[in-house]
């Protein structure tokens, strides 16, 4: 039977139930964001005094330069004389940081910025669509950008330290079909979240009218296997998401610093040998692996704090209740703030660091902007058959 025919079928016995309750525990519900268990109350799942400013007034204003930012990045970097396995992996990174933050931006907006955070939510098409989007499609695209991360530390190492082996597993159509798995196995992690909850009105008094407000709870199939089926998931998240990658991308950092010290160790010989080819292809392989360590350094100083905190969840709700949930709550509000913060960085390092990207980006929205009012429309440079001798991507 249709929800709404139901609904006004019971209207009278939902208003006896919504006068049946005690004004107490309204007053509590709408000043301390103390809600009945199982209703989606926004106000009651972060700290609104933090998250109002920062998701509210500071996040759209990151959401319009992101958008920017990783735009140009996939623009610049899908040019064919840019299309390299090192920038397609850059490419994908962009795509899934933008898509991380796009997803949820119109609920935090709605949310916060519009300051409806307090106010029942309905229909359950509207909590269904809320929790989607602002919890798990976000993290499925980071999740995703995680493991691509890792994938670029691991190329770039393969690259500078295992040359050899990077003729057969870094080529273009083996990272292309790397980028898929990575996809895949994001949203086979992120599968169960999107039908693990199920969604019901339930009247409420709320500001002296009678309101409809969702009830949140598990799906029948979660009911029987609650405990297993959190404990399986967030340990994986934890392990697989968190854990492993944090720790190779620091490996990985320090072995590609190290060898990027013995590389320009090796550099300074062969330009005291004035082999000035060889010296310039070096050095050009070195700016690109100083990028790549900086970009990853960027990613692990945001990445860390989320993983210890949730490490700390896993053994607070399993094992030994060690946290402080309004502080872990307010701590997720900050982290989450800084990764979103980082999301626009990566375009400043490389128009910082590769000449070869500053060069096309130039040439796409400068020059060839000038070139085209001069001369009918046609640039006075190809990007397709451009030099690639200004570059400091290797050339592989």
Request: glycine share 4%; charged share 15%; net charge positive.
């Amino acid at each position: 039977m249709d929800e709404t025919l139901v609904l006004a079928e019971n209207m009278q016995q939902t208003l006896n139930f919504c006068t049946g309750w005690n004004y107490s525990d309204i007053y509590i519900y709408n000043s301390t964001n103390a809600t009945p268990d199982g209703y989606l109350n926004v106000t009651m799942e972060l700290p609104v005094k933090y998250a109002q400013p920062l998701y509210g007034y500071l996040v759209p204003f990151l959401l319009i330069i992101t958008i920017i930012a990783n735009t140009l990045i996939v623009v610049v970097l899908s040019k064919r004389h840019m299309r390299t396995p090192t920038n397609v992996v850059l490419m994908a990174m962009a795509l899934c940081d933008m898509l991380t933050l796009l997803f949820p931006a119109p609920w935090l907006f709605y949310m916060y910025t519009l300051g409806n955070h307090y106010k029942p939510l309905s229909p359950t098409g509207m909590c269904y669509a809320y929790k989607v989007m602002n919890e798990v499609m976000p993290a499925l695209f980071h999740t995703a950008s995680i493991w691509l991360t890792l994938a670029l530390a691991v190329q770039r190492y393969i690259y500078v330290c295992h040359a050899p082996v990077a003729r057969t597993f870094c080529t273009m159509p083996r990272v292309t079909k790397g980028l898929v798995y990575i996809g895949i196995a994001a949203g086979f992690h992120q599968s169960t979240r999107f039908i693990d909850r199920d969604y019901n009105l339930i009247p409420i008094f709320w500001e002296g009218n009678c309101e409809f407000v969702c009830k949140e709870s598990y799906a029948s199939w979660v009911i029987p296997h609650l405990d297993t089926y959190f404990t399986i998931y967030f340990l994986f998240r934890v392990i697989f998401v968190h854990l492993i990658p944090c720790i190779a991308l620091v490996v990985l950092n320090v072995l590609l610093f190290r060898a990027l010290r013995e590389a320009q160790r090796k550099r300074q010989n062969l330009f005291k040998e004035n082999k000035k080819s060889e010296c310039r292809r070096l050095r050009d392989s070195n700016c690109t692996t100083l990028m790549l360590i900086v970009v990853v350094t960027v990613f692990l100083i945001v990445e860390i704090p989320l993983a210890v905190v949730t490490i700390l969840h896993i053994i607070s709700s399993s094992y030994i209740e060690i946290l402080d949930y309004n502080i872990a709550n307010m701590l997720v509000v900050f982290i989450n703030f800084f990764i979103i913060l980082s999301y626009p960085i990566n375009f400043a390092i490389y128009c910082g660091m590769s000449r070869q990207f500053r060069e096309t980006f130039k040439e796409l929205f400068i020059r060839g902007v000038v070139a085209g009012k001069k001369n009918g429309g046609s640039s006075r440079y190809s990007l397709v058959n451009g030099p690639r001798t200004c570059t400091n991507e290797t050339v592989l």
